[in-house]
């Protein structure tokens, strides 16, 4: 089965729940994700989970 690529936008508190929901899912993937906080750039998104995990999927500030 083909899987569906979603990007997050928006790393808050909603966008945080929703990638932990899409990670947890086998048909999407996470294969990107923009916030504007410049402390987040760089980051792994796995880090602002609850649970951390290594998602190797970067933030960026520049969709």
């Not at 504007?36 to 290594?54: A, C, N, R, S």
């Amino acid at each position: 089965m083909k899987k569906i690529k979603v990007i997050i936008y928006g790393c808050g508190v909603m966008g945080r729940k929703i990638a932990e929901a899409i990670q947890s899912k086998n048909s999407l993937v996470i294969v990107g994700a923009v916030d504007i906080l410049p402390e987040l750039t760089g980051l792994d998104l796995g880090q602002l989970f609850e649970k951390q995990v290594d998602t190797g999927v970067k933030i960026t500030n520049n969709p």
